[in-house]
């Protein structure tokens, strides 16, 4: 055919002519799935189930290239995944971290440094606007940030504040781990010899669980640590023994606490705290709205700060939370660290505390019209214990496993008759083993 023939060849319908010339233009470029790994889950109904949900829809709204496909996974064993998932090059995009497993991170070099990505990038007044901005140092080593906050924790104790009234205990007397036991077994209920409601909920269980009571009465005692130089343990001493004693003591001497604790992990014990079966429990603050949502008193929910042996002070509030890492096998670590930015930047951190239920991490968030409500008092009076009484352990310190063999020296102490010293020589020997 010559170009005479095609100029006057009869006229194509416009659609036609493109599908005729179609192997001819560009291919629009594939939209960028990032793939996210965290315990959330998006088409779940809790508090930070939604945020997470709103938070990758408006994300999306205004990158409309990129979506972000969320597998869900098991929060205590998602850091030791991501990390191991390096070695079969089989790991997500983005990976959410526990604060007890942020030396397992940090340590392994996985992650991509999301500073020259992000932080760099930050104005003067970005920096002075973050709550916390111990949590972004302690989130780097040898220069490289390795994650970044999304939501801050600190394992708190929740308590009822319709069964203080009830037991005609004030919140306020409740100071040291004595008042705590004798407030404990005075919300306790006992109906023809059968325990009803325990007054201490403990997870003391070897899986799913975190700091427990004991481990908070020792790290008061040592202002605040749990490991020396070098990160060496500081568990087989006599401040361990007088932590030990005092959480075995809820169970054996008190009997405020079950028996049956020992099989009990967090989410057992919340649980039990939900359905009225406990009258207090320790948890990450990020359960607050979950509990407030899902139990029928939930409106009484507060927060007590941690007892202690000294009553001028209160115990650590111990600080964790879940931070976004982005991974260094990423083929998409420009897009992975823009949504990063934004879940865990003003934007984000508006919806994680409402509907999230979370303390944000912005002052310029919490000075918003809408966040002046009541309703979030419980917020603001965490913020101030968190000033009052702020601890970070080591990031480069594997301390996840720690609390599990404070919690095993207690089983054995307990259960075995083991001297508090010995047990506690073999937590310290199995801390230091792993790092």
Not at 38 to 61: G, Y
Not at 71 to 81: G, H, I, R
Not at 321 to 326: I, K, L, R
Request: aromatic share 8%; charged share 20%; proline share 6%.
């Amino acid at each position: 055919m010559n170009i005479r023939s095609i100029i006057h060849a009869p006229r194509m319908p416009k659609a036609a002519l493109l599908l005729a010339g179609c192997t001819l233009l560009p291919l629009a470029a594939a939209a960028q799935e990032l793939t996210m790994w965290t315990f959330l889950n998006p088409a779940a109904t809790s508090p930070r189930d939604v945020a997470l949900k709103q938070i990758i829809e408006k994300f999306e709204a205004k990158n409309p290239g990129v979506k972000i496909k969320v597998e869900n996974q098991v929060w205590f064993t998602l850091a030791e995944k991501f990390v191991m998932a390096h070695r079969s090059r089989s790991a997500p995009d983005i990976g959410w971290v526990n604060g007890e497993n942020m030396g397992l991170l940090v340590n392994s070099n996985v992650a991509e440094d999301l500073g020259p990505l992000i932080t760099n990038k930050w104005t003067p007044s970005m920096r002075k606007d973050l709550v916390l901005p111990q949590a972004y140092e302690w989130l780097k080593k040898d220069g490289k940030q390795h994650a970044l906050p999304i939501m801050a924790l600190s394992l708190v104790l929740f308590y009822r504040r319709d069964l203080f009234r009830e037991a005609g205990i004030d919140p306020a007397s409740v100071k040291t781990w004595d008042d705590y036991a004798a407030a404990a077994a005075k919300m306790q209920v006992t109906k023809n010899g059968q325990v009803e409601r325990w007054g201490a909920g403990l997870h003391l269980s070897t899986d799913k669980t975190t700091m427990s009571f004991g481990a908070n009465a020792l790290m008061a005692m040592q202002n605040g640590q749990l490991f020396g130089p070098a990160c060496k343990p500081m568990l087989a001493n006599a401040n361990g023994v007088k932590a030990l004693e005092m959480q075995a003591d809820l169970i054996r001497k008190h009997k405020v606490a079950s028996p049956e604790s020992f099989a009990y992990t967090l989410d057992d014990v919340v649980d039990q705290f939900i359905a009225g079966k406990v009258a207090t429990v320790s948890s990450g603050n990020g359960r607050f709205g979950n509990v407030v949502q899902k139990a029928t008193w939930g409106k009484e929910l507060g927060i007590l700060p941690w007892p202690s042996f000294d009553k001028a002070k209160p115990g650590p509030q111990l600080m964790s939370g879940w931070f976004a890492a982005v991974s260094k096998d990423s083929k998409q670590k420009e897009a992975a660290a823009r949504f990063v930015a934004f879940m865990t930047g003003p934007e984000g951190m508006e919806l994680w505390t409402e509907p999230g239920g979370q303390v944000p991490l912005f002052h310029s968030v919490f000075e918003k019209p809408q966040f002046k409500d009541s309703r979030y008092d419980y917020l603001r009076d965490l913020a101030k214990l968190w000033a009052q009484s702020e601890v970070w352990l080591p990031a480069e310190c594997n301390a996840s496993r720690t609390f599990v063999d404070l919690n095993t020296a207690t089983q054995r102490v307990v259960l075995g008759g083991e001297p508090a010293l010995k047990a506690l020589r073999e937590a310290e020997a199995a801390t230091s083993a792993r790092q």
